[in-house]
């Protein structure tokens, strides 16, 4: 599954948009109300929060396995890295998923990650920069906590959707897709990992590529 376009929307339009062209030295331009960054294969949109309150979201990059002691040392120069108590610092080792990672925030709140996932074989020749963002290859998706289960197996049917298959489905976490995009779907409320964030429904717009096939997802 690979996610071609995710538009979310923010009140801090203008921190983002330096944000994400200074500090990550992403490609990134103004657009009417919104901005539109290249994450590799993805496009990102923000826009301008409709509705009251302070919309904000889980995301991650991925980035080339034989890169990510770089792409961390790299980060670590420009952002304020998470601690991960369960790692006893600010890297995770997901062993069953054959992948590590890191987490920041950006000025709006955003959890972002950058992933290797060394089951990908994805290498790079090049020191790592951020032009080497392969893609968005994760995006939280948060559902009601009463409809939760109706909602995960409309939207696994909807789109002909799996299961990822390192990660059985626990009760209030499913990863739905593959190393290359993945929904990570929890019910309201959940927190985070790497944060004490809670998850909240946020409008969310997702265009994907699944059997050769482009969908749309619009949350909610």
Known sequence: ML???????STNILSLFSFYRDVLEMPAFRSGKGITITAGETKLFFEEATAGGNPFYHFAFNIPSNRFEEAYKWAKQK???LWLDDYDGDIADFVNWHAKSFYFKDPAGNI?????RFDLNDTAEEDFSSMQI?????IGIVFSVETFDNDVNGLMKEFSLNYFD?????QHFRAIGNDEGLFIVVPENRLWFATKNQAKICH????????????KFILP
Do not use: C, G, W, Y
Request: glycine fraction near 0%; avoid cysteine; hydrophobic fraction near 45%.
């Open 134 to 138: 392969r893609n968005v290859s994760e």
């Open 112 to 116: 972002l990650e950058m992933i290797a």
């Open 204 to 215: 969310t717009e997702i265009a994907f590529i699944n059997n050769n096939k482009l969908h």
């Open 3 to 9: 996610i071609k376009e995710l538009r979310l929307q």
């Open 166 to 170: 390192k990660q059985p489905p626990l």
């Open 79 to 81: 952002v304020d890295l």
